[in-house]
C-alpha cells in the first residue's frame, strides 16, 4: 500500500520506490495504525532476528541493527547471535547511527526518532511524525511571513520580482506543510547523521529534515536549506571527508561543507533517484540508485562517470573497502564488488533473490550485509556466503 498525500496542486502524490523501505517491499505506515504504533512498544519476538533489517551499525565493539516493527536487535559476537532490545514503537525502523560505544538514535516510519545512551540496550523516544509536521509548518509559515514582510518594505522593481518568485515557493511549501499536519504523521525518516553527541540531522520523505543541538531533546526545521523546492525525496546523508552529501529523489545530490548549515546542488549525472553515496577521504565518490544506475567521481562530486554495473536492479547501500574497492548490494539479492577503478570485478545473487538493504565492513568476517532475512557475513570477489544468520535471539 502506498501512502497518497494531496500535493500543492491539488493532485495526489505518491510516496513511491523513494523511500528505502517501499523499495524492499515495505509500505509505508498508514494513518490508521500510525497512532498505536507510534505509542506502543515493539512485540518481543524469537524470530526477530531472521525477519527484514534494514540497518546495521557498529556502536563500540557491538553491532546494533534496526528493521521492521520497532525490531532493534544487539550482537556482541559479530553477528553470529542476537539479542533483541525493547524499543517504545513498534514502527519500521529506517536507520541507525551510533557517535560512540554508547550514545545512538535510529529514525523510522510515521516520522519516529529513537534516542539511546547505554548502546542500544534502551532506547525512548524524541520524535515523532505529529512533532515533525507541527515544526514544518511553524518554520513554514513563519519564513513566509518574513518574506510577506520584505516584499511589502522593497522599494526596488527588480528586488520585488525576485521577492514575489520566492512567495510563490514558500506559499506552496506552507500549503504542503498544513496539508501533512492534517495528514498526520505518515511521513518516514530514511536516514540521520550526527556530528557528536549533540549536533546532528534527521532526513526523510517529502523533503523532511530537521537538525538538533542537544541531541534530539529539541529540533529546528532545516528543510529550506537545501535547493529543493518541489520536495523530493531525501533518501541518504553520508559523511566523507570533511564534507556531507544527501542522496535524493529525481537525480538530485547536496553536498555540505559546513555540517549542514549549507547546501550546494550538486551537477547530476542523471535524472533518476539516488538511494545511497559511499566514498573516501581522498574525494572518490560512488552514488548509487534505480535500476542498476551508479556513478562515480575522483573530485568530490564536481563531475562523475558512469559505473557499468550490468544490472537492472536498485542498489540500496555500498561501502569502501580498505584496497580502494567498493561493495554495492541492493534489490533481488544482488552483491557487486567494484575494483579501485570502479570496474565490476564480481557479481553475485542472492539464490532467494530477497533485497540487500545495507552493506558494513567487519574486520572479522570482511562484510556484513542486512536484508529480508536478517544478517549474513560475506567475502567479496567472488562473494562467499560464510554465515547466515537466521535463528532467535541469544539467551539473556
Given at each position: 500500500m502506498n501512502t497518497q498525500i494531496q500535493s500543492r496542486n491539488g493532485c495526489k502524490t505518491r510516496l513511491t520506490r523513494s523511500s528505502l523501505s517501499l523499495l524492499i517491499g515495505l509500505a509505508i505506515s498508514g494513518s490508521g495504525i500510525a497512532g498505536d504504533a507510534l505509542e506502543e512498544p515493539a512485540l518481543k519476538s524469537d524470530l526477530a532476528a531472521s525477519r527484514m533489517l534494514l540497518d546495521i551499525e557498529r556502536a563500540g565493539s557491538k553491532l546494533v541493527a534496526v528493521g521492521e516493527r520497532?525490531?532493534?536487535?544487539?550482537?556482541s559476537d559479530e553477528a553470529d547471535t542476537w539479542q533483541q532490545a525493547p524499543a517504545p514503537v513498534r514502527v519500521t525502523l529506517t536507520n541507525t547511527f551510533f557517535v560512540d560505544e554508547s550514545f545512538g538514535w535510529a529514525v523510522g516510519h510515521d516520522g519516529v526518532v529513537l534516542k539511546t545512551e547505554d548502546g542500544g540496550r534502551n532506547w525512548r523516544k524524541v520524535m515523532d511524525g505529529e512533532r515533525a509536521n507541527k515544526l514544518m509548518l511553524a518554520h513554514a509559515e513563519a519564513?513566509?511571513?518574513?518574506?510577506e514582510d520584505e516584499l511589502e518594505a522593497a522599494a526596488d522593481e527588480q528586488q520585488r520580482e525576485e521577492l514575489e518568485f520566492e512567495l510563490e515557493n514558500r506559499t506552496y511549501m506552507a500549503e504542503d506543510a498544513a496539508a501533512f499536519a492534517d495528514e498526520g504523521p505518515s511521513r518516514p525518516f530514511l536516514d540521520l547523521w550526527f556530528k557528536d553527541r549533540n549536533e546532528g540531522l534527521v532526513i526523510g520523505a517529502f523533503g523532511l529534515i530537521l537538525h538538533t543541538n542537544d541531541g534530539g531533546e529539541t529540533w529546528s526545521a532545516w528543510f529550506d536549506r537545501l535547493d529543493n523546492p518541489t520536495q523530493f525525496h531525501l533518501n541518504a546523508i553520508s559523511h566523507i571527508g570533511d564534507q556531507l552529501y544527501i542522496a535524493a529523489e529525481a537525480g538530485n545530490l547536496y553536498r555540505s561543507a559546513d555540517w549542514g548549515q549549507h547546501w550546494e546542488l550538486l551537477d547530476s549525472p542523471y535524472d533518476g533517484s539516488f538511494f545511497g553515496i559511499t566514498g573516501n577521504d581522498r574525494g572518490?565518490?560512488?552514488?548509487?540508485?534505480?535500476?542498476?544506475?551508479?556513478?562515480?567521481s575522483d573530485d568530490w562530486g564536481d563531475s562523475w562517470e558512469t559505473i557499468e554495473t550490468g544490472v537492472d536492479s536498485t542498489l540500496f547501500s555500498g561501502a569502501m573497502l580498505a584496497d580502494g574497492s567498493a561493495v554495492l548490494v541492493g534489490a533481488a539479492g544482488v552483491s557487486l564488488h567494484l575494483d579501485a577503478e570502479g570496474q565490476v570485478i564480481a557479481t553475485d545473487r542472492d539464490p532467494a533473490r530477497l533485497p540487500q538493504s545495507k552493506v558494513l565492513v567487519?574486520?572479522?568476517?570482511?562484510?556484513?550485509?542486512?536484508?529480508?532475512?536478517?544478517?549474513?557475513a560475506a567475502v567479496p570477489a567472488p562473494f562467499h556466503v560464510t554465515t547466515t544468520v537466521s535463528g532467535g535471539n541469544a539467551d539473556e
Open positions: 520497532g525490531h532493534i536487535l544487539i550482537s519564513r513566509l511571513a518574513e518574506l572518490r565518490i560512488i552514488a548509487f540508485g534505480l535500476r542498476g544506475n551508479a556513478f562515480q567487519s574486520e572479522q568476517k570482511e562484510l556484513l550485509i542486512a536484508g529480508a532475512h536478517g544478517v549474513h
